[in-house]
């Protein structure tokens, strides 16, 4: 922990002249009076944080993985199709999507702990509410606010992360929560697991148990200073942008049914509202998407992390999926995530000492050529439900490499006073894929089934189902490999590893005179 990775290196060397916010703040204010001396902006022990990211993040992904692993048991209870009843996931990343950079900036305004005391308190409540709803419809509006609380949680954790790590710190931090969630990660899917074979509604008072802890957590925390701003919601960006997500991913939906005009004229209308969001997002004074901030590298790193996460989500969706399918119980397939999370464990308390080696852009090229030839060997074993689950185990170890390193250098790719509009970029973006993904890669399945001829085994569409969604998997990891080798560049804190070159520095660099951002590629 003392010392800091390449690319918090290259944030020392590329900003040295830039005074960091938070120390201008504690310039011109007096001290920030804080209930606990390991927990000081700036000065905070990562061990004192632990907990916090532990409750805050164990009560979310025991509700996302818990409820991805409960689905068909939730598809049997409320008598819905398959297309239909992803849309508890998919309503619940929309809800992450529209809403996590307007909280974001909300809590630049009245503090990252206020606001975690308010989303923290409101989860527990939704969380208990799951519990009692029979009704479908009503179960998706509930899912749909428990979204947006999430997302408004997970972006004030990273915030508020970033403010308490010391100079030169924040990517070993961040790397540090990755290490942190990697081990909660091999825990939950098999409680969940247990739970589900049991009941899985007792999944949700769990987490409303995890959200009371999680209050109790944050009692030594004060609220960081922040710079005094004016603040005002981007009410029509938060709607437009959720019709926009909505319409896209009801598309899908309309697909599985055969309504092939509805589905046109609901692709006419997200592209639509798309391009109007853009429109509306540039003369917006506090855009809800920070589009200024989409430039090379930023929006090419982004553009790889979309491509990855429908990849990863897809893998996500199946892998329960497969083991119901074969008749196995969800502890089983709670067994099998454990195991994957303990080797990405392994994985991710190597990839620093590997990172300050190696060019992050040589570590990613090699994670994602190897994961093309795996996903080539998961469409020839589709339907042999024991190499598709070791192929899939081995794509996700594989991945972490990548991830590892793009994780973060998305979040520190800006300069620090733009690190809250960023810090809700990577949950939108995520949530965006997700949901997308959990659409389509469920309407391929249920058309498989529709397709089903009669006499034929539910096998063999099973099989078709997910060869034809590999392959997708396939033409988006060939995709994300074109754009790393075509589109970005290296770090200036890579400058002592061998075969960097200087000429292909990318990064974003601020007009301190002009007050705007600019884009200097070398």
């Excluded at 009801?250 to 609901?266: D, Q």
């Amino acid at each position: 922990m003392e010392q800091s990775d390449s690319l918090s290196s290259e944030l020392n060397n590329t900003r040295q002249n830039e005074p960091d916010i938070n120390m201008k703040i504690s310039q011109i204010k007096k001290p920030q009076i804080c209930k606990s001396q390991h927990l000081i902006v700036g000065q905070a022990k990562f061990a004192y944080i632990i907990p916090l990211i532990v409750c805050t993040g164990t009560s979310v992904f025991l509700d996302t993985t818990g409820t991805n692993m409960a689905l068909p048991f939730m598809q049997k209870e409320f008598s819905v199709s398959e297309s239909l009843i992803q849309w508890t996931l998919t309503i619940n990343y929309l809800a992450q999507a529209s809403l996590s950079i307007p909280i974001a900036k909300l809590s630049e305004k009245i503090g990252q702990i206020q606001m975690l005391y308010i989303l923290t308190s409101i989860q527990c409540a939704l969380s208990v509410a799951h519990y009692f709803i029979k009704n479908f419809p009503l179960f998706l509006v509930i899912r749909f606010f428990t979204g947006a609380v999430q997302s408004g949680s997970t972006v004030c954790r990273l915030s508020l992360i970033r403010k308490l790590s010391p100079p030169g710190k924040a990517q070993q931090y961040l790397q540090y929560q990755t290490i942190v969630f990697s081990v909660v990660a091999m825990v939950i899917p098999l409680i969940a697991g247990i739970t589900i074979d049991y009941d899985w509604r007792l999944l949700y008072p769990i987490c409303a148990i995890l959200c009371f802890l999680t209050l109790l957590v944050l009692i030594p925390y004060s609220n960081p200073e922040s710079p005094k701003q004016k603040f005002k919601f981007d009410y029509l960006g938060c709607i437009i942008l959720f019709v926009a997500i909505g319409t896209l991913d009801l598309a899908f939906t309309v697909i599985s049914t055969y309504h092939y005009i509805a589905m046109g004229i609901l692709l006419l209308i997200s592209a639509l509202f798309f391009f109007i969001f853009v429109k509306v997002e540039k003369k917006a004074q506090d855009p809800v998407f920070p589009l200024f901030l989409m430039k090379n590298p930023v929006s090419d790193y982004m553009i790889m992390n979309v491509l990855c996460l429908y990849i990863q989500t897809g893998f996500m969706y199946f892998l329960p999926q497969t083991l119901t399918f074969y008749g196995k119980s969800s502890t089983s397939a709670g067994a099998v995530q454990m195991v994957c999370a303990i080797g990405m464990i392994v994985i991710s308390a190597f990839v620093p000492s590997l990172s300050k080696k190696v060019l992050n852009k040589t570590i990613m090229a090699w994670s994602a050529a190897v994961d093309i030839i795996v996903l080539l060997l998961c469409v020839i074993f589709a339907q042999n439900m024991y190499a598709f689950i070791i192929l899939c185990i081995i794509y996700q170890l594989v991945f972490t490499f990548f991830n590892n390193i793009l994780f973060p250098l998305i979040l520190l790719s800006v300069p620090p006073q733009f690190s809250s509009q960023m810090s809700a970029v990577p949950p939108t973006t995520r949530t965006l894929s997700q949901g997308l993904t959990m659409c389509a890669v469920s309407m391929i399945q249920q058309l498989s089934y529709n397709g089903l001829k009669e006499g034929e085994n539910d096998k063999v569409a099973w099989g078709n189902a997910l060869r034809i969604n590999i392959s997708v998997f396939v033409l988006f990891q060939i995709l994300c490999l074109i754009v790393l080798l075509l589109r970005t560049g290296h770090t200036r804190a890579e400058g002592g590893k061998k075969k960097f070159n200087a000429q292909k520095v990318r990064e974003l660099k601020v007009n301190e005179e002009a007050g705007i951002l600019l884009k200097e590629m070398r």
